[in-house]
């Protein structure tokens, strides 16, 4: 049996942080589907497919990685529909824990057979977030040691459509 995990998140942008994620459960998982979703409390900068084309390009390298869009859906629906068991979660603290783990319980409540599994960041990223990203890029500063270098570009083109400081 094919071993699937789903890797769902709203990636507004994808940074390092989520490429390590994906690299080190690549390894663990037969197939990573990363879903980029809805997070209906944060306002997003990117369009769902322009996030899919953003993750699909910084992931292209990475033969058992593929790349879906599923906004406005719940999560283990599109782990059924992927046929995925095992959901993926990056850690950067123990915050994230703590709201992590109160998600795996929700999924569980929904789908008893799907397993979580969680990845705690490297200090080389665990500072980062998507949230600072896009903060640092409005106000001009440089994300490229930060985000993939597809996405520093589409980060800086978006950033002189909104009229922000770059």
Same mark, same amino acid.
């Given at each position: 049996m094919k071993r699937i995990a789903l890797f769902p998140g709203s990636f507004d942008p994808i940074t390092n942080g989520h490429l390590q994620t994906v690299q080190r459960a690549r390894t663990l998982f037969?197939?990573?589907?990363?879903?980029?979703?809805?997070?209906?409390?944060?306002?997003g900068l990117f369009t769902p497919e322009e996030k899919k084309a953003l993750v699909a390009a910084a992931v292209a390298d990475m033969p058992n990685v593929r790349v879906i869009a599923a906004p406005d859906q719940l999560t283990v629906r599109v782990a059924a529909s992927v046929g995925a068991k095992f959901l993926l979660r990056?850690?950067?603290?123990? %915050?994230?824990?703590?709201?992590? @783990?109160?998600?795996?319980?929700?999924?569980?409540?929904?789908? +008893? =057979?799907?397993?979580?599994?969680?990845?705690?960041?490297?200090?080389?990223?665990?500072?980062?977030?998507? %949230?600072?990203?896009?903060?640092? @890029?409005?106000?001009?500063?440089?994300?490229?040691?930060?985000? +993939? =270098?597809?996405?520093?570009?589409?980060?800086?083109?978006k950033m002189r459509m909104l009229g922000s400081d770059v």
């Open positions: 037969d197939e990573v589907v990363v879903a980029v979703m809805t997070n209906a409390s944060k306002q990056g850690l950067r603290n123990e %915050s994230d824990f703590t709201y992590e @783990a109160g998600i795996a319980q929700i999924n569980k409540t929904q789908d +008893p =057979a799907i397993e979580t599994v969680f990845f705690y960041a490297d200090s080389a990223t665990a500072f980062v977030s998507s %949230s600072m990203i896009k903060e640092v @890029a409005r106000f001009g500063g440089d994300v490229s040691g930060l985000v +993939p =270098a597809n996405v520093a570009a589409a980060l800086t083109a």
